[in-house]
């Protein structure tokens, strides 16, 4: 059975790879990048240099793999996604088939953490012809962001909820839950929550030379960080930001 390692690169630095990471870049012989086209050329280019800088002792290459739209104007968005994983394993699993020689192993990278809002495993598990998975963990921006902060992100014996800003705008605070970790989110969805008590921990283009960081009570620096995404984003062309939003002490 083809073998698929699936290896969390964190936020594309090699000093934010696992030990167990470096030894599973080190073991593919094929990667494959599912190519979105630009913001995500940068990435892609990240991707390639990190592994310029930490393989030492393996032959690779890499294949672009046609990544398929997604209908971003689709009124069910859940089903649109659904939609859009068929279509990536299809390009992929005729990837993996038409690329792959005998006992070759494939890589694909993941920024950040697999368990965090990546469709990788989504779409490995929706292929014709199964493959045997392994998944090496990276560091999530969102354990990035709890670091710069020199914070917890979970109070003693309280949940923590990690959701997008599409949700956190449609429904505020979900319910039972004073801590929340925001991702995906384009529009400075905090500015829709009542502000009272809540202190934001926000974070943009953690991990990496260009990070920001803002701390504050919500009202008195909610506007200071939507001035402050726009020039970070206006500088690189593109802004990729997480925020933990804490109610009460
Ligand atoms: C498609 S999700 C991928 C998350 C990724 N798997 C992880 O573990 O961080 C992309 C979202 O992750 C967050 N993100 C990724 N990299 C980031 C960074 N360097 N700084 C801040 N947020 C980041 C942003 O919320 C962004 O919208």
Redesign the pocket.
């Known amino acids: 059975m083809t073998s698929v390692k699936v290896i969390g690169v964190g936020?594309g630095e090699p000093d934010h790879l696992s030990a167990r990471a470096v030894a599973a870049l080190n073991s593919v012989d094929v990667f494959f990048v599912l190519d979105k086209g630009s913001p995500a050329d940068e990435l892609a280019a990240v991707r390639h240099d990190l592994c310029r800088r930490v393989i030492t002792s393996h032959p690779y290459r890499f294949v672009q793999v046609r990544d398929p739209r997604r209908d971003r104007g689709a009124d069910d968005y859940v089903q649109a996604v659904v939609d859009w994983t068929a279509a990536r394993a299809g390009a992929l699993g005729e990837a993996l088939r038409t690329e792959l020689g005998h006992d070759d192993c494939a890589g694909l990278l993941?920024?950040?953490?697999?368990a965090?809002?990546?469709g990788t495993l989504r779409v490995l598990d929706a292929l014709r012809e199964p493959v045997d998975v392994e998944v090496i963990p990276g560091l999530?921006?969102?354990q990035?962001l709890a670091a710069a902060h020199r914070i917890s992100l979970t109070r003693v014996g309280q949940p923590l909820a990690v959701t997008t800003g599409r949700r956190l705008a449609a429904s505020g605070f979900p319910p039972g839950c004073d801590d929340v970790v925001v991702?995906?989110?384009k529009d400075c969805a905090f500015r829709h929550v009542d502000p009272a008590g809540v202190t934001i921990y926000w974070?943009?283009?953690?991990?990496?030379s260009h990070q920001v960081l803002i701390a504050g009570e919500l009202a008195a620096v909610a506007e200071q960080i939507v001035t402050v995404r726009s020039a970070a984003r206006a500088r690189r062309g593109w802004v990729?930001?997480?925020y933990l939003l804490r109610r009460g002490r």
């Not at 974070?203 to 990496?208: E, M, N, P, R, S």
């Open positions: 936020m993941v920024w950040g953490d697999p965090f809002y990546d999530s921006s969102i990035m991702m995906l989110d974070g943009a283009h953690l991990g990496t990729m930001d997480t």
